[in-house]
T-cell receptor
Framework: GAVVSQHPSRVICKSGTSVKIECRSL??????MFWYRQFPKQSLMLMAT?????????EQGVEKDKFLINHASLTLSTLTVTSAHPEDSSFYICSAREPGGPGTDTQYFGPGTRLTVL | LAKTTQPISMDSYEGQEVNITCSHNNIATNDYITWYQQFPSQGPRFIIQ???TKVTNEVASLFIPADRKSSTLSLPRVSLSDTAVYYC??????????????FGKGTKLSVKP
């Protein structure tokens, strides 16, 4: 299957700082990427949909000014957590949709980024 | 988007066949059914996807009845390494659509020796 990478895999930062997480589709072009957040022992929660060349679409309750998303190219989307606080500590996962024939789009997920805010 | 219901957990032993059933009563005409596997602190891994009847690949089979209101993921001869959380997702998956996938709680499969 297609490969999606994330960087960094783990980050620890001080409260009030900003953290950028990169998501790359390595062997395919992704016009749409998704960002999820997962707290311990819970399911993935969709945060936003990132579209190449346009503004991201955020899910209800997700602050767009706090979680900045940039989809600058067909293989790269970035999530910046601005002014991070301890409650933002979580596992952040991106996914990219690999375009296929009608009805065969499949999302492939990155390995995740563990963010710890002190 | 169709909501899914799965058992919270299942136990099995090595070498057994495991069947995990997912209910999705409100599935729409264009919706595909996709199953993912997730290990702790890793991103979900695509297992299999189908629209109707039966789909089989090298790791699993997916059975979908005619009314498509449920689906069953079948894992043949599980091993300890199959211990993970399995998610059933239903979403719009028609070329070029903006549909996204909403994760339910998943099924935690524990394989014992």
């Amino acid at each position: 299957g297609a490969v999606v990478s994330q960087h960094p895999s783990r980050v620890i930062c001080k409260s009030g700082t900003s953290v950028k997480i990169e998501c790359r589709s390595l062997d395919f072009q992704a016009t749409t990427m998704f960002w999820y957040r997962q707290f311990p022992k819970q399911s993935l929660m969709l945060m936003a949909t990132s579209n190449e060349g346009s503004k991201a679409t955020y899910e209800q309750g997700v602050e767009k000014d706090k979680f900045l998303i940039n989809h600058a190219s067909l293989t790269l989307s970035t999530l910046t957590v601005t002014s991070a606080h301890p409650e933002d500590s979580s596992f952040y996962i991106c996914s990219a949709r690999e375009p296929g024939g009608p009805g065969t789009d499949t999302q492939y997920f990155g390995p995740g980024t563990r963010l710890t805010v002190l | 988007l169709a909501k899914t219901t799965q058992p919270i957990s299942m136990d099995s032993y090595e070498g057994q066949e495991v069947n995990i059933t997912c209910s999705h009563n409100n599935i729409a005409t264009n919706d595909y059914i996709t199953w993912y596997q997730q290990f702790p602190s890793q991103g979900p891994r695509f297992i299999i996807q189908g629209y109707k009847t039966k789909v089989t690949n090298e790791v699993a089979s997916l059975f979908i009845p005619a009314d498509r209101k449920s689906s069953t993921l079948s894992l043949p001869r599980v091993s300890l390494s199959d211990t993970a959380v399995y998610y059933c997702l239903v979403g719009v998956s028609y070329g070029g659509s903006q549909g996204n996938l909403i994760f339910g709680k998943g099924t935690k499969l524990s394989v014992k020796p």
